[in-house]
């Protein structure tokens, strides 16, 4: 009995920590820097974080990207280019951290995180207008290539990816913050959902407590994509450095920890 009551308290704490982990992802990406620490503080082994992880991220990544697409912020021509190359790079990354230790990443990924969040904050105008013009073939290349490497990197590691792929296509297509949202949580969602594939036929899923956090992360994510849709890029510019340096901040306290 006492045992059952443990895990209700569990699943309670993990639902609430999804709702607000969607709610940041949908706007800004980041929602990871809530999520997984909130799988390892229940006492979930690495693995098994990753891979619920990835199940309840993929579950908010389909609202807050269904979401996008109907407000028309989602290019689905570029996304039919990018999208198979965030597969394949989700695929490798996966299949890699099952042999490697994803800590190898680390120092890279903070250093990059902290520049992104710095220049973000700084620079006045990066975001705030949308300068898409059209695709050229050096873009495509440039950007095939950015969709390999972050899809890679969000199936080997994933803190920050969503900072990342909000970033890349802005400097790369000149989006604003809410069509590069937009795109970002699709190409998050594809790496998602192959990451999961790839954690399920491993059985590193646990769907005890992964569905009921589900079930809030796509209440979290609808309500954190229809408020970043309502408010535009400046409301999003501001939540999108503070989850940058966020997420650089926790991964350089775990450094220091250890």
């Keep these: 009995m006492l045992a059952e009551v443990h895990i209700v308290y569990k699943i309670i704490f993990l639902c609430a920590a999804g709702f607000l982990s ?29 891979g619920t992880n990835k199940f309840s991220a993929s579950c908010g990544s389909v609202v807050s990207t ?14 039919k280019r990018l999208l198979p190359f965030t597969l394949f790079g989700a695929a490798t990354g996966v299949s890699t951290v099952l042999i490697l230790d994803s800590s190898v990443l680390k120092p890279i990924v903070l ?32 950007g095939s290539i950015f969709a390999f490497a972050m899809g890679f990197y969000d199936g080997f590691f ?19 913050f809410v069509r590069a949202s937009g795109n ?40 954190g994509t229809k408020l970043a849709l309502k408010q535009g890029a400046k409301f999003i510019k501001p939540i999108f450095v503070t989850m940058s340096l966020g997420v650089a901040g926790k991964m350089l306290y775990e450094m220091l920890l250890k």
Aim: aromatic share 14%.
């Design 111 to 142: 250093a990059l995180l902290i520049g992104v969040g710095i220049y973000s904050f700084f620079s006045k105008t990066v975001g705030l207008e949308d300068n898409f013009q059209g695709t050229t073939k050096k873009t495509l290349i440039i």
């Design 22 to 50: 969607a709610f940041v992802d949908a706007i800004a990406g980041g929602g990871g820097l809530i999520s997984m620490p909130a799988y390892f503080l229940v006492g979930f082994p690495p693995h098994f974080t990753l």
């Design 158 to 176: 994933g803190p920050g990816v969503g900072s990342f792929l909000i970033f890349g296509l802005i400097k790369i297509y000149g989006f604003d």
């Design 184 to 223: 970002a949580k699709a190409m998050n969602l594809m790496s998602n959902v192959t990451s999961l594939v790839l954690f399920a036929i491993r059985g590193k899923i646990y769907y005890l407590m992964g569905i009921p956090m589900s079930i809030f992360m796509i209440i979290g994510a609808r309500t």
């Design 66 to 79: 269904a979401k996008f697409a109907q407000s028309g912020k989602v290019d689905k021509d570029l996304l």
